[in-house]
């Protein structure tokens, strides 16, 4: 089977950074990505990494290490508008993601 | 682009009744994927297509879900009959098959059909 665990929520205050991680065990990778979710909205992408190492978009970085099965979303400055649930997915085959259940984080003002 | 688009956006029914959620994925994308989400369960993947064909439904519950893909700008989920554990919200979403980019690993969902089966 496919196993994904992240922590079920994270509470930080505006302007602090925050690490989400997610572990998993898989039968396949090929990477990990992560997704935002609004209460009510759809999922939508933040990033992918398929190698080791950090990658940086704004605010937002994003860490993986094949080795460790395990990866993290790094939320910086943050900001009111960031409270949302956070999902890791682990692209198992070409086409089959599959999600972890879910970081809901809460900014404080 | 419009983005996937989804119908209807919130759906009430009664046990038994025939159910039918429709999707437009985004022109161009190859791959169409079918998720429900529930709280206890998270987000699941029932269903996707490679190029209007079937290719792992082994998410499906049970026989009353059937999904179709007649043509590459459109697809339907249909639950016949619904139960009230079909409550759920269900997301379709799509995405491109360029490999040498990051197109391949992104999905890109719609906004979702908010089903209740009373």
């Known amino acids: 089977g496919q196993s994904l665990e992240q922590p079920s929520e994270v509470t930080a205050v505006e302007g602090a950074i925050v690490q989400i991680n997610c572990t998993y065990q898989?039968?396949?990778?090929?990477?990990l990505s992560w997704y935002q979710q609004h209460d009510g909205g759809a999922p939508t992408f933040l990033s992918y990494n398929a190698l080791d190492g950090l990658e940086e978009t704004g605010r937002f970085s994003s860490f993986l290490s094949r080795s460790d099965s395990y990866g993290y979303l790094l939320l910086q400055e943050l900001q009111m508008k960031d409270s949302a649930s956070y999902f890791c997915?682990?692209?198992?085959?070409?086409?089959?993601?599959?999600f972890g259940p879910g970081t809901r984080l809460s900014v404080l003002p | 682009d419009a983005g996937v688009i989804q119908s209807p956006r919130h759906e009430v029914t009664e046990m038994g009744q025939e159910v039918t959620l429709r999707c437009k994925p985004i022109?161009?994308?190859?791959?169409l994927f079918w998720y429900r989400q529930t709280m206890m369960r998270g987000l699941e993947l029932l269903i996707y297509f490679n190029n209007n064909v079937p290719i792992d439904d082994s998410g499906m519950p049970e026989d009353r879900f059937s999904a179709k893909m007649p043509n590459a700008s459109f697809s339907t989920l249909k639950i016949q009959p619904s139960e009230p554990r079909d409550s759920a919200v269900y997301f379709c979403a799509s995405r491109g098959d360029r490999v040498r980019n990051s197109g391949a690993n992104v999905l890109t969902f719609g906004a979702g059909s908010r089903l209740t089966v009373l």
């Open positions: 997915a682990v692209r198992i085959s070409g086409q089959n993601f599959v």
């Open positions: 898989t039968s396949g990778f090929y990477g």
């Open positions: 022109s161009g994308h190859d791959y």
